[in-house]
């Protein structure tokens, strides 16, 4: 059965592409190696404590309180649930990274939030 001219350029092509797909991830490989290696030398000459430990201890924090109340999760679906939880974990994360953090705090927190948390986020006791 004779093929079109499109239809031998798309095989060619296809042929070009799967015959250079080791090169490909060598130099895939390769720029990962050399990115790791610039980091790794990044740090190396940054021994001034640039690094998040150290940057923490400077960290001054505030008399501000943030307080979510978590009472109104029997009035919520699933769903909703679940995207407050993503905004807590979020909120949590931030603060912890933040220059002048407040004081987070979590109330009325059981029923549908307490068993979505224990399901997908085990780490959450350990908050402080």
């Not at 649930?81 to 909120?91: A, E, G």
Request: proline share 2%.
């Amino acid at each position: 059965e004779p093929m079109s001219k499109r239809q031998r350029k798309k095989l060619l092509k296809q042929k070009q592409w799967e015959e250079q797909k080791d090169l490909r991830r060598q130099k895939r490989k390769e720029k990962r190696q050399k990115r790791k290696l610039e980091r790794q030398s990044k740090l190396d000459s940054n021994n001034e404590g640039n690094d998040r430990k150290r940057m923490r201890r400077e960290v001054v924090p505030t008399t501000l309180r943030l307080v979510v109340d978590c009472s109104f999760d029997d009035l919520m679906v699933l769903k909703d649930v679940k995207k407050l939880h993503k905004q807590i974990q979020r909120c949590y994360a931030e603060n912890r990274k933040a220059f002048h953090p407040v004081q987070f705090y979590l109330t009325s927190h059981g029923g549908q939030l307490k068993s979505n948390m224990n399901e997908n986020d085990k780490g959450w006791v350990n908050w402080k």
